[in-house]
């Protein structure tokens, strides 16, 4: 949408610095942005108390039971086992080799 509008040259300015932006438009849209975003925030914010969250571990568990109803014959192969008893041995580094370069004086 075009747009005539009168902007403080100095706010502008002050915004553009602040924000990186390489044209008003960027400044102005991304202003526009901010404050959406704050009023979405703040609405929030209002529901505070009033909301019902358990963020437990026994929460998830309860709420995401019921929606899985798959049977486990699905899952036929089993994850391979690690075996222990195997050791990586770190390996000594190798010295590197002079350089072939002669330095001059």
């Known amino acids: 949408m075009r747009t005539n509008i009168d902007i403080d040259d100095t706010l502008m300015a002050a915004a553009m610095e602040a924000g990186g932006f390489t044209t008003k438009r960027e400044a102005v849209e991304e202003g526009l942005r901010l404050l959406r975003r704050r009023k979405v925030y703040e609405g929030l914010l209002a529901l505070q108390g ?23 014959a699905s899952y036929a192969a089993k994850p391979a086992k690690r075996d222990e008893t195997v050791a990586i041995k770190k390996q000594p580094r190798m010295p590197r080799p002079a350089s072939s370069r002669s330095k001059s004086p």
Do not use: C
């Open 50 to 72: 009033q909301l019902q969250w358990d963020d437990s571990d026994a929460g998830w568990a309860q709420t995401s039971a019921p929606a899985v109803d798959e049977s486990q």
